[in-house]
């Protein structure tokens, strides 16, 4: 744990609108008023654990280890599913235990290097002294956090957990000269992610048609300005994985792109 700076940071649904981030910020700096807090996003899709578990899989990377992910994206507030801290290599998840991690924990798996320890957040000397039904991460993930940001050991806060919660993630599939994918996000500006890696279209001397619904794309641009404005593209990018774009324009709604979507790349050697 990076005791001289600790980080959390927040990642939810809860949108800007109310005052719910503002009052986890609160919570936290009233336990400790030394830690960095992170907005990474509370533009996530309500409700929507898929996103939130592409999203923090794609962004821990890029904070110190020691940093602590608080994530409250949680349809089951209130119901019997479990709350959990999840530590990775060093790296904290303080979450519902819904699936959230599920792409972090499919890195676990295909990998003999990271480790892992996950408890139950069962420890009320780390909670609000009121818990609500409707907004645990005010009452429960944000004190937690702000408590392991002090130092306090996963011991302190519950029992280990073996068994997390985990959904089936959309891989693609090779079939001869195919690749066939998903998009697996629809970000901000509509643009549509897939699951597609850059090394599968890393040959730029090789031909491709990308196909997705009735698009049919010959190229992956370099950058958007390399096609005319308005018109549908492919182009690798910032998370190292194809995606469907429209220069100046929105893919999501122009090209009618959503989550699950089949993306084919054939290859023409």
Not at 68 to 88: L, M
Not at 108 to 131: K, S
Not at 196 to 209: G, Q, W
Not at 219 to 237: C, K, Q, T
């Amino acid at each position: 744990m990076n005791q001289l700076s600790p980080i959390i940071t927040l990642t939810t649904d809860f949108g800007i609108r109310d005052t719910y981030v503002g009052i986890m910020k609160g919570v936290i700096l009233g336990i400790n008023p030394d830690v960095q807090v992170v907005d990474l996003t509370h533009a996530i899709p309500p409700q929507d654990i898929h996103d939130a578990a592409f999203t923090i899989h794609a962004a821990h990377r890029y904070f110190p280890k020691g940093t602590i992910h608080t994530i409250v994206v949680d349809p089951g507030v209130g119901t019997d599913r479990q709350a959990i801290v999840c530590e990775i290599d060093g790296t904290f998840f303080v979450c519902p235990d819904n699936g959230v991690l599920s792409y972090l924990l499919q890195d676990i798996g295909n990998t003999a290097e990271n480790t892992m320890n996950a408890v139950t957040i069962q420890n009320p000397d780390h909670f609000l002294p009121e818990v609500s039904n409707t907004f645990h991460g005010r009452d429960i993930f944000a004190p937690v956090a702000a408590h392991l940001s002090l130092g306090v050991p996963l011991a302190n806060i519950g029992p280990l957990l073996q068994d997390l919660v985990v959904f089936p993630i959309l891989t693609p599939r090779a079939s001869g000269n195919t690749i066939t994918g998903h998009i697996v996000k629809i970000d901000g500006f509509g643009n549509g992610i897939t699951n597609i890696s850059e090394s599968t279209v890393a040959d730029a001397a090789t031909s491709y048609e990308i196909r997705v619904g009735n698009t049919r794309l010959k190229r992956v641009n370099r950058a958007y300005a390399e096609s005319e404005v308005g018109e549908p593209l492919a182009i690798i990018g910032s998370y190292g994985l194809l995606e469907i774009a429209i220069n100046a324009g929105n893919a999501e709604i122009s090209l009618g792109l959503k989550w699950g979507d089949i993306v084919e790349v054939q290859r023409f050697d």
